[in-house]
């Protein structure tokens, strides 16, 4: 359990799922013309969780002394793994995801979509290493790879089956995903700096310069609080543009996620302690899901 927990398989289970709901319950649904068999996507997806995976390894890694002051009792290594153990599971699993991104590529005949995996290996190793300790920066490079795996399906399932015919309706699929990819950015980077705000005290003692380090922790709350209204208002509007005929869809994002949105409003407006912050992080994930699962209303949406 203790490798499980040091991968965040929790967070990797989420990814898998995005990815699967993206091609089965939206490119199929669509109609649109694919580039990837079905043994073909599966190792684009294990090549993300494994790139991922290792992500995580590295940062609790560098992390280890923040993380004896934020949540001691979630370090595992130095305790229930040796530092040496994790960063060779770093070098493995980051090697068979750039691996597997590599066989990938040449599957399907595009040799420059293997950038992304190298790309996107580099920017997790950099996010542990220094990038998180810059203002903004760290937070908003994890929301944009968070983002970014899904618009990856997008990329390697879409673009390469693109012809003059079908050209405009597989661009109106792919800007689906980057709605949703959009979502999964601001919310995530919503629950960054929440996050930041529940581990300022660990963080202060890093060395890092996050947004409540930098304006304090009420002030940072304020701003999330903003995002979060401006979200309520963006939502509102793409119901109001593209779903408001689809009475389901409807019901679905009033009651799963504008309802719970607007409650993480209220509750971050008032929120002191370090135990609302952890529970207002791990609502957002919940806000991020459940908006995620939306997906599955385009087979409805679209009869």
């Known amino acids: 359990m203790n490798y499980l927990n040091l991968i965040r398989y929790k967070n990797l289970l989420i990814i ?46 560098y992390d280890v002394e923040i993380d004896l002051i934020n949540k001691p009792e979630k370090v595992i290594i ?59 920066l760290g937070n908003i490079i994890i929301s944009l790879l968070v983002a970014f795996s899904l618009i990856i399906v997008g990329i390697f399932d879409l673009f390469p089956a693109i012809t003059f015919i079908n050209q405009d309706y597989q661009s109106l699929v792919f ?42 922790r009420k002030r940072a709350s304020y701003v999330v609080f903003g995002m979060g209204v401006l979200s309520l208002f963006g939502i509102i509007f793409y119901i109001y543009t593209h779903l408001y ?18 409650y993480f409003c209220m509750k971050i407006w008032e929120a002191k302690s370090k135990s609302d912050y952890s529970f207002l992080s791990n609502l957002l994930k919940i806000i991020m899901l459940l908006g995620m699962g939306s997906l599955l209303l385009y087979t409805f949406v679209i009869q």
């Open 175 to 216: 800007g689906i995903v980057l709605t949703y990819a959009f979502f999964a950015f601001y919310i995530n980077l919503m629950r960054e700096i929440a996050k930041d705000i529940e581990d300022i005290d660990g963080d202060k003692k890093g060395e890092l310069n996050t947004l409540p380090i930098a304006i304090g």
């Open 245 to 262: 005929n689809y009475t389901i869809a409807v019901i679905y994002f009033l009651l799963l996620v504008l309802a719970p949105l607007g």
């Open 78 to 136: 130095g305790k229930s793994i040796s530092e040496k153990t994790a960063y060779n599971l770093f070098i493995i699993f980051n090697s068979i995801g750039v691996g597997l991104g590599f066989y990938l590529t040449k599957q399907i005949e595009e040799d420059a979509f293997f950038g992304f995996f190298i790309v996107s290996s580099a920017l997790l190793y950099l996010y542990a290493t220094f990038l998180k300790s810059m203002l903004l």
């Open 16 to 61: 898998i799922l995005i990815q699967v709901l993206i091609r089965y319950a939206l490119f199929i649904p669509f109609g649109a013309d694919l580039t990837l068999s079905h043994f073909e996507f599966s190792l684009l997806v294990l090549a993300t969780i494994f790139i991922a995976a290792a992500g995580n390894i590295i940062n609790d890694i």
